[in-house]
């Protein structure tokens, strides 16, 4: 079976890249092969203008799920990588302590994930892929676990984040109204299997915060959004139809 075909497109140095299509239509495989965790069949992925063949340093993930080491402190989730790279235990403290108050949870440093929000947890995730100094962070819906409030003010806290790192950022999500509020660019695919129906520039003013959601450019640009997906379901369920 065929997951994604013929996908193709470039993302610059700092941009922020969201991708929204229907459920299976591919958004995870084409992350996970940006990560170098699959391999296409056809094709290649190029990261700096060199093939992208296995998982690289300089490129992070971030998952729906924290996947945080649960015997290890906020402190030492964030160090792993740091450490597991060759830095000293002092070198790998003070990488983490600086995004542990970037991410707002310095009384939290020693704590345990267990004792931790949803929310919590995914930033002491977000922050364990950027002590790495990632190139380029992969965000596979890493709010899609948690409840509209806390989703709410995670976006905020990436917002603010995106301001005070450099990496280049692709994001999935089923959520238009994360995806827009987001990124510089908006990629939709197609139903299964995925193609890009529409690469979307989003020409709203930086920076943003949950108030753009309802000035009219935010709206025209969802209700685009919402119309292409709408119109792939509603082809895809009849292609299941035609078929049984």
Same mark, same amino acid.
């Given at each position: 079976?065929?997951? @994604?075909? /013929?996908?193709? %497109?470039?993302?610059?140095?700092? $941009? %922020? @890249?969201?991708?929204? #299509?229907?459920s299976g239509c591919g958004k995870s495989t084409v992350l996970n092969t940006l990560a170098g965790l699959e391999t296409p069949f056809e094709g290649e992925v190029l990261v700096d203008g060199r093939p992208l063949t296995s998982p690289r340093p300089e490129i992070g993930m971030v998952f729906q799920q924290p996947h945080l080491f &649960?015997?290890?402190? @906020? *402190?030492?989730?964030?160090?792993?990588? &740091?450490?597991?790279r060759g830095?000293?235990?002092? $070198?790998? /403290?003070?990488?983490?302590?600086?995004?542990? $108050?970037?991410?707002? +949870?310095?009384? %939290?440093?020693a704590a345990y994930p267990h004792t931790l929000s949803g929310g919590m947890?995914? /930033?002491?995730?977000?922050? *364990?892929?950027?002590?790495?100094? &990632? *190139?380029? +962070?992969? !965000?596979?819906?890493? %709010?899609?676990?948690l409840d509209a409030q806390t989703r709410a003010v995670m976006q905020d806290n990436l917002l603010e984040l995106r301001g005070r790192i450099n990496a280049t950022v692709v994001f999935v999500?089923?959520?238009?109204?994360?995806?827009?509020?987001?990124?510089?660019?908006?990629?939709? !695919?197609?139903?299964? &299997?995925? *193609?890009i129906l529409r690469d979307l520039r989003i020409d709203l003013p930086r920076p943003r915060s949950n108030a753009i959601l309802t000035?009219? #450019?935010? +709206?025209?640009?969802?209700?685009?959004?919402?119309?292409?997906i709408r119109a792939e379901g509603l082809r895809a369920f009849n292609q299941m139809g035609e078929a049984g």
């Open positions: 079976m065929i997951a @994604v075909d /013929r996908i193709s %497109f470039n993302v610059s140095q700092g $941009e %922020f @890249v969201s991708i929204v #299509g229907p &649960p015997w290890k402190s @906020v *402190r030492k989730n964030i160090a792993h990588g &740091p450490r597991a830095k000293s235990a002092a $070198e790998a /403290r003070q990488i983490a302590d600086g995004l542990i $108050e970037m991410i707002g +949870l310095t009384k %939290f440093a947890q995914q /930033r002491v995730a977000i922050a *364990r892929a950027l002590a790495n100094q &990632p *190139r380029v +962070l992969l !965000m596979d819906e890493p %709010f899609g676990a999500t089923h959520d238009i109204d994360e995806a827009i509020l987001l990124s510089d660019r908006v990629v939709i !695919m197609s139903a299964g &299997p995925g *193609r000035e009219a #450019g935010y +709206l025209a640009l969802k209700k685009e959004c919402l119309d292409l």
